[in-house]
């Protein structure tokens, strides 16, 4: 019987030396080269998401987040790694194709829209951001969107069809506050109505903030103050439908179906849910119903 040869080797580590390879003949390449070969792959994804879809997919967040928080008292610029302290481990189209970066995917979301059978007249594009409801900037980031819209569709091609809002609010149980809140809620949706673009609430939902603008966690939220936010809900929703024109009412999506468990990575131990836990409706079910339903 034949047996397989074996053989012992030791490796003398001092005989290894670790090197970098790194390639000497690379020629960094111009910002009009990033430029193209970004949108090249942005066209190849876009036409990608297209084709999967067949046209059956009519609405789309063109772009989302694509306003900064500031400067404050002027129009606010479009988010860039230099506004981040975190933009190593970001990466922003727009440090790339500038303020291109909105009107590219505009062009190849229709164009391979049409050649995967879908009917341009069916496409709606929206922009969608965070914000836009708040009362310390007196709606600016809103502001400057719209300006930032009207730019974008100054050359006379681009065109976006509406605007969404995520409004990740809460209920403050300091009455001032709670009032400006309210305002400034009211006060985006006439904003967004007078740009006559489309109109959707894209990310609702609602944590509770106690007089000393503190989070209240879930376990400790009185059934008053449950009522409370089902009443806000409601309201928020009323004046929904009693601002914002009927042909561009676009529709109101939430953002969590139950309360947001402890340890979560989206408002931790928060009440935001429609639901509790264990899936029972919460006041908060009640007044998103009524408001739906057109109750007072």
Same mark, same amino acid.
């Given at each position: 019987?034949?047996?397989?040869?074996?053989?012992?080797?030791?490796?003398?580590?001092?005989?290894?030396?670790?090197?970098?390879?790194? =390639?000497?003949?690379?020629? $960094?390449? +111009?910002?009009?080269? #990033? *430029? @193209?070969?970004? !949108?090249?792959?942005?066209?190849?994804?876009?036409?990608?998401?297209?084709?999967?879809?067949?046209?059956?997919?009519?609405?789309?967040?063109?772009?989302?987040?694509?306003?900064?928080?500031?400067?404050?008292?002027?129009?606010?610029?479009?988010?860039?790694?230099?506004?981040?302290?975190?933009?190593?481990?970001?990466?922003?189209?727009?440090?790339?194709?500038?303020?291109?970066?909105?009107?590219?995917?505009?062009?190849?979301?229709?164009?391979?829209?049409?050649?995967?059978?879908?009917?341009?007249?069916?496409?709606?594009?929206?922009?969608?951001?965070?914000?836009?409801?708040?009362?310390?900037?007196?709606?600016?980031?809103?502001?400057?969107?719209?300006?930032?819209?009207?730019?974008?569709?100054?050359?006379?091609?681009?065109?976006?069809?509406?605007?969404?809002?995520?409004?990740?609010? =809460?209920?403050?149980?300091? $009455?001032? +506050?709670?009032?400006? #809140? *309210? @305002?400034?809620? !009211?006060?985006?949706?006439?904003?967004?109505?007078?740009?006559?673009?489309?109109?959707?609430?894209?990310?609702?939902?609602?944590?509770?903030?106690?007089?000393?603008?503190?989070?209240?966690?879930?376990?400790?939220?009185?059934?008053?103050?449950?009522?409370?936010?089902?009443?806000?809900?409601?309201?928020?929703?009323?004046?929904?439908?009693?601002?914002?024109?009927?042909?561009?009412?676009?529709?109101?999506?939430?953002?969590?179906?139950?309360?947001?468990?402890?340890?979560?990575?989206?408002?931790?131990?928060?009440?935001?849910?429609?639901?509790?836990?264990?899936?029972?409706?919460?006041?908060?079910?009640?007044?998103?119903?009524?408001?739906?339903?057109?109750?007072?």
């Amino acid at each position: 019987i034949l047996k397989p040869q074996t053989s012992d080797a030791t490796l003398d580590v001092r005989s290894v030396t670790i090197c970098k390879l790194e =390639s000497l003949n690379s020629i $960094p390449l +111009t910002p009009e080269e #990033k *430029a @193209e070969i970004l !949108e090249a792959e942005m066209a190849r994804w876009i036409q990608g998401m297209m084709a999967a879809t067949q046209g059956r997919v009519k609405a789309w967040d063109v772009v989302n987040e694509a306003i900064s928080g500031g400067p404050w008292g002027q129009r606010y610029d479009l988010q860039h790694a230099v506004n981040d302290p975190d933009a190593a481990k970001k990466f922003y189209w727009q440090d790339y194709l500038g303020d291109n970066f909105v009107r590219i995917p505009v062009k190849y979301a229709r164009q391979y829209f049409e050649e995967n059978g879908g009917n341009p007249a069916d496409l709606k594009l929206f922009i969608n951001d965070y914000n836009l409801e708040s009362d310390w900037d007196d709606n600016q980031k809103l502001k400057s969107l719209i300006q930032w819209i009207e730019q974008w569709e100054s050359d006379g091609v681009t065109k976006i069809d509406g605007i969404g809002t995520q409004m990740h609010i =809460s209920y403050y149980m300091n $009455p001032a +506050t709670q009032k400006s #809140k *309210a @305002e400034h809620i !009211e006060k985006m949706f006439r904003l967004m109505a007078e740009t006559g673009k489309l109109v959707r609430i894209t990310e609702l939902d609602m944590g509770l903030v106690d007089e000393n603008g503190q989070d209240i966690p879930t376990e400790n939220v009185t059934l008053e103050q449950h009522k409370l936010m089902s009443d806000y809900y409601k309201e928020i929703i009323r004046k929904y439908f009693e601002i914002i024109p009927v042909e561009q009412q676009f529709g109101i999506t939430m953002w969590c179906q139950t309360d947001s468990p402890e340890g979560s990575g989206w408002r931790p131990n928060q009440p935001t849910g429609i639901w509790d836990l264990n899936f029972n409706r919460k006041p908060a079910y009640a007044g998103i119903a009524e408001g739906l339903a057109g109750k007072e």
